[in-house]
């Protein structure tokens, strides 16, 4: 069959993988070529069971995959054959050097510009698809530029991705944004990307503007996401001091339409690729242009979510008796959110990491993430069990940890499941998603976030 355009994706992560799903799945078309260096990554792209889980992403891949989908390792095909090459490689915090802990690590970005330069046999449009800093496109320019054969447009092209609703948000995208230089041949190449989405995506929906405010329009849109979560955690501690409910000082400042409801949902913290990481190469950007008190802002949205999440076990210290060695924890849910196997930063490693030093039990249970939980928690002292029976995972247990929001943690019989527990029996939820009253009417202790907690004890 001959197509009518080819487009490569360098990188079969989250954000690679699903998107060009959806590209192929709409536009039959086009051919779409997902490659990695990672064998087993694309072995499972190319198996029954995906590297990742996204709801609806299984029957997409199905339909497409072998028809105008492929999923290889074959880079220097992929980069020969393709028009427009797609950059969605992973852009880790660096953990060395200048910037540790802050600044992002671009040498799989690099990379990639390299393996382009190398292998390219024509002009071609080169996509930033990776969540990068402002003027990376120029980083993968300065090794394009070197070519004396060819010529490389780049574009930005940043993804506004909720792991979880991944599927929906590309099939029905709020915006989707794209970046360009403001040269004739930067807006022809941008053109080009526009015609991709506009087989799907309304044109009024598809935004284009320069190439640096669409690379900080990434990180500011996370920055300010993440601002409101920890915001609203802020209010938490507050409320449970003087007696307020967090869901319902939540809901009444959500009703003012300059705020609005979205994100103002208290919990344990956030996590995720995007948020913290995001948001430390705002505080970096900030910072290498001196402004401090800018850096200094930002940073307090992080500081913010890790002590929500030290502040969630130092509460169960407290309300445990001061002591967690030898005690059983259920934890409920490992993945970051629910409806995703992804657990990069999620709060339930350092929570985990944290009753472990305490010298408690974990029991972990979650529907998706097991095999990630396993590989975040190799090597550390402890004892640690995982499961995906709730119900195992409750036998003999002292308390359950709520971590993650999955529906199905909803829908238990928790009667059941305090007769399994030891007495007392405590649950601390972390994502306030059950029913409190009920729980404490069957016996349990409960600990919400941002409320009053529902105890048998005096106090």
Not at 289 to 315: C, H, I, P, T
Not at 362 to 385: F, T
Not at 402 to 410: A, G, M, Q, S
Request: include cysteine; aromatic fraction near 10%.
């Amino acid at each position: 069959m001959k197509f009518e355009k080819v487009i490569a994706c360098i990188g079969a992560g989250y954000v690679g993988g699903p998107t060009m799903s959806v590209i192929a799945y709409k536009c039959p078309q086009y051919k779409v070529i997902v490659v990695d260096i990672n064998e087993e990554r694309i072995r499972r792209w190319n198996s029954d069971i995906l590297p990742i889980y996204e709801p609806g992403l299984d029957e997409i891949v199905k339909q497409v995959r072998g028809k105008n989908l492929f999923f290889s390792t074959d880079i220097k095909s992929a980069i020969e054959e393709a028009s427009i090459i797609f950059v969605s490689v992973n852009t880790p915090t660096k953990e060395y050097g200048e910037g540790k802990g802050m600044a992002p690590d671009l040498r799989h970005l690099e990379s990639a510009a390299r393996e382009i330069l190398k292998y390219a046999n024509g002009d071609k449009i080169v996509v930033e698809k990776s969540t990068v800093p402002v003027k990376a496109a120029e980083a993968i320019e300065k090794v394009l530029m070197t070519s004396e054969k060819y010529h490389f447009e780049v574009i930005s092209n940043p993804e506004f991705l909720a792991e979880g609703n991944a599927i929906n948000d590309l099939l029905y995208p709020d915006r989707v944004l794209i970046g360009s230089k403001e040269t004739p041949q930067g807006i022809k190449a941008r053109d080009e990307v526009v015609e991709i989405y506009a087989n799907w995506v309304p044109r009024e929906r598809i935004i284009t503007s320069n190439i640096w405010s669409s690379e900080l329009s990434k990180l500011a849109a996370n920055a300010f996401l993440a601002q409101r979560i920890s915001s609203i955690n802020s209010l938490t501690p507050l409320c449970e001091k003087v007696g307020a409910d967090i869901e319902e000082v939540s809901r009444n400042i959500g009703l003012d339409s300059r705020i609005g409801s979205k994100f103002l949902k208290a919990s344990v913290g956030f996590g995720g690729s995007c948020f913290k990481k995001d948001i430390l190469n705002l505080v970096y950007i900030c910072k290498t242009y001196g402004l401090d008190e800018v850096a200094e802002y930002w940073l307090k949205v992080v500081e913010m979510n890790e002590y929500q999440k030290s502040r969630f076990v130092v509460n169960m210290i407290r309300e445990m008796s001061f002591t967690l060695a030898g005690k059983k924890i259920a934890v409920f849910g490992f993945a970051f959110k629910a409806n995703t196997s992804d657990t990069r930063e999620s709060a339930a490693i350092t929570v985990v990491k944290s009753l472990l030093e305490e010298r408690a039990i974990v029991n972990i249970v979650d529907p998706k993430a097991l095999e990630n939980a396993k590989k975040d928690l190799e090597g550390l002292n402890g004892e640690v069990h995982y499961t995906e029976d709730p119900y195992e995972a409750v036998k003999d247990a002292d308390a359950i940890a709520v971590l993650t929001e999955w529906e199905v943690f909803k829908t238990l019989d928790y009667k059941k499941i305090f007769s399994l527990m030891r007495k007392p029996a405590f649950v601390f939820d972390g994502r306030n998603i059950l029913d409190h009253k009920l729980l404490f009417s069957i016996g349990f202790n409960v600990y919400p976030i941002g409320k009053p907690p529902l105890t048998h004890f005096s106090r």
